[in-house]
């Protein structure tokens, strides 16, 4: 493989659009039709840095990740290993650090560092965190698995927060930055329930490599049933959670909204309990982890929809 095939694939290029997509969708199918004729002139170029910001460091992360699982992965990846066989660690290292300077430094461009520092810090946490997720977290019982559901929520956090002022939240709350908090509430908290969902089949698929290294995942840790018994429940609460927002839209005639939910979203996670209950190889389980990124899809693609409502 050459170094530039090597390097997107070391970096996970499809997560990385998965970012993007996610991101675009909810400022110009989300933001814009709520805010209309109220955007500021430098919005777009703000998003634009954001966004970049926002890759250079899932980037970052992904390098470091692969960085760390080296050991794990010559067992439950053997064949899909970059770091070592075809890009130099020391290299790695340099992408690594590079590339999340660079995300942070846009985050410090994009948005008044004096006004919105918070944005800022909460980009140095996220460098931090995926460092020691590497490290230590995805190691630990439910620690890790909570770490990249909050990570993979901060994607639709952190374009809210940037048009989100507290200040006005404090004296009057506009009717537009309601709107768009509930939607940033809704689409971040599926994008974590999903995660953790997702993270806790993967941990199944992974647990021969896992145990080899001393990892104390919840299957390693739990059992496998336990883990299956945790990932169900997230997955009716998912279910129900979406039920609960289409009876919510179903009272304002969105029917179109509600018949792409049913078919593409909580159709396809009702098959992935009923699969699960089955499932016992890693084929099966990667199977269900596949599955579960296709839902994650369709429900951020869902944010579409509501270009034609708001």
Request: proline letters at 4%; a positive charge; charged letters at 15%.
């Amino acid at each position: 493989m050459k170094p530039i095939p090597a390097f997107f694939k070391l970096v996970r290029w499809p997560n990385l659009v998965f970012i993007v997509l996610t991101q675009v969708l909810f400022q110009f199918c989300i933001y814009a039709p709520v805010y209309r004729n109220n955007i500021p002139v430098k919005d777009t170029f703000q998003f634009v840095l954001l966004v970049i910001a926002s890759v250079f460091i899932a980037a970052g992360g992904n390098i470091i990740n692969d960085y760390f699982d080296m050991n794990i992965d010559r067992i439950n990846k053997p064949g899909k290993m970059i770091i070592g066989k075809y890009i130099n660690r020391r290299w790695a290292l340099v992408w690594h650090m590079g590339l999340s300077l660079l995300g942070i430094l846009l985050t410090a461009i994009a948005v008044n560092p004096f006004s919105r520092w918070y944005l800022v810090v909460a980009n140095v946490i996220c460098v931090v965190l995926l460092w020691f997720y590497s490290v230590r977290f995805k190691k630990d019982t439910l620690i890790g698995n909570v770490v990249v559901s909050l990570l993979t929520a901060w994607t639709i956090m952190i374009i809210f927060l940037s048009k989100f002022s507290f200040s006005d939240a404090f004296h009057n709350t506009r009717p537009e930055q309601l709107k768009l908090f509930r939607f940033a509430v809704l689409y971040s908290g599926f994008a974590f329930i999903i995660s953790l969902i997702r993270e806790a089949i993967k941990d199944i698929e992974d647990i021969a490599g896992d145990q080899k290294y001393g990892c104390k995942t919840m299957p390693i840790v739990w059992g496998i049933n336990a883990t299956k018994v945790y990932v169900a429940v997230w997955l009716m609460l998912l279910i129900c959670l979406l039920i609960v927002v289409q009876v919510y839209i179903l009272q304002l005639g969105w029917w179109i909204d509600v018949v792409y939910c049913l078919v593409f979203i909580i159709l396809p996670a009702l098959y992935l309990f009923r699969k699960l209950i089955a499932a016992g190889t890693p084929k099966e389980y990667h199977f269900l982890s596949t599955l579960t990124k296709a839902i994650m899809l369709t429900g951020i693609l869902s944010m579409a929809l509501f270009y034609f409502h708001l």
